[in-house]
């Protein structure tokens, strides 16, 4: 899983900043999943994203947070004005497409609001 | 009734002994079934991966499964302390998009 890169690795930010946590996924990878993690919890999906596109973002809060996956670049997840409840580990993964389910993750991206 | 239910442990054994790992679910529409392994401050990692009823072996780990229960297993024999890890079971149908287990705790003492 080493060839999904996230940056930064951590992140502090004050309530009502904003936090964007970028994803590389893997060489010949269009497909990008973000998942958070809250402490002692299961990872929660939020968003799916093919190049250029939003397939899946049932997961995702309604207000503040938004994704995107241009054709040139990585992929990113913003957080507007964010909130003590979004302290949380968020993970990206790459999908390479087939009949396999499996998902390839990135070391995470760790966001604390003070 | 949660989609995926998984006891979140913590579990906590000796060096050498058979651990067993377990999930339900109740969406029928799932067709891969996968364990991940994450070690802490780390993301997770792809340790077994099936797609029909039975078991699935890998070096000390088995996995295994019953569609008609709705119930996957991880087994791992001859534990080591190497394997202290969250082991996190998890579903898909075919998108991709996994659906997680809370995941179990799971220390194996020297």
């Known amino acids: 899983n080493a060839g999904v890169m996230q940056n930064p690795r951590h992140l502090v930010r004050r309530r009502g900043q904003e936090a964007r946590l970028r994803c590389s996924p893997m060489?010949?990878?269009?497909?990008v999943y973000w998942y958070r993690q809250l402490p002692e919890e299961g990872l929660k999906f939020m968003v799916y994203?093919?190049?250029?596109?939003?397939?899946?973002e049932s997961g995702m809060p309604k207000e503040r947070f938004s994704a995107e996956f241009p054709k040139e670049g990585p992929s990113i997840l913003r957080i507007q004005q964010v909130v003590r409840g979004d302290s949380a580990a968020y993970f990206c993964?790459?999908?390479?497409?087939?009949?396999?389910?499996?998902?390839?993750f990135g070391e995470g991206s760790r966001l604390t609001v003070l | 009734q949660k989609e995926v239910e998984q006891d979140p442990g913590p579990l906590s054994v000796p060096e050498g002994a058979i651990v067993s790992l377990n999930c339900t679910y109740s969406?029928?529409?799932?067709?891969?079934f996968m364990w991940y392994r994450q070690y802490s401050r780390k993301g997770p990692e792809l340790l077994m991966y099936?797609?029909?009823?039975g078991n699935k072996e890998d070096g000390r780990f088995t996995a295994q499964v019953d569609k008609s229960s709705k119930y996957i297993s991880l087994f791992i024999r001859d534990s080591q302390p190497s394997d202290s890890a969250t082991y996190l079971c998890?579903?898909?149908?075919?998108?991709?998009?996994?659906?997680f287990g809370q995941g179990t705790t799971l220390q194996v003492k020297p």
């Open positions: 993964a790459s999908w390479a497409q087939g009949p396999t389910g499996e998902l390839f």
């Open positions: 060489k010949g990878h269009s497909h």
């Open positions: 994203l093919q190049k250029e596109n939003i397939i899946d």
């Open positions: 969406n029928s529409a799932f067709q891969y």
């Open positions: 099936t797609y029909s009823s």
């Open positions: 998890a579903f898909s149908g075919n998108t991709g998009k996994l659906i």
